[in-house]
């Protein structure tokens, strides 16, 4: 195809017009405002997860320090190999030879984990 051929072809065959290109770009912006809320669930929906994995954790821990001692640990630094994930708030509550309980949450998540060894089941969750 030679240059003569590109500048006489047809208005319509040069590529989209502008009306074309608004329609497309308006569509795209109705599918990512639709997307957007379902973003902010999922990521809610991560967060709380990695704080039910440390709690989780955290029991682990707690079972491996009774093994070797009497008693459960009364503070998360006392337990070799534990560390909380980046922005997640778990809590000792309480601990002595036979229970404890322990607590942990992400402020961008929506519920709060509780964990208490003498309970069926340990773990519970509740929404905030």
Excluded: K
Aim: hydrophobic content about 45%; charged content about 20%; aromatic content about 8%.
């Amino acid at each position: 195809m030679n240059t003569r051929s590109l500048l006489h072809r047809p208005r319509s065959a040069r590529g989209f017009s502008l009306l074309e290109l608004l329609v497309v770009v308006a569509i795209l912006g109705i599918l990512i405002a639709a997307a957007l809320p379902r973003f902010g669930e999922f990521r809610a929906a991560a967060y709380d997860s990695r704080a039910q994995q440390d709690l989780r954790n955290l029991a682990a821990a707690q079972e491996l320090y009774r093994a070797s001692s009497a008693t459960y640990a009364d503070n998360a630094g006392a337990l070799s190999g534990f560390a909380a994930s980046e922005g997640v708030d778990v809590t000792i509550q309480g601990a002595d030879e036979t229970t404890f309980a322990a607590t942990a949450s992400h402020p961008a998540g929506h519920r709060d984990f509780r964990w208490n060894s003498g309970a069926d089941p340990a773990l519970s969750s509740t929404v905030r």
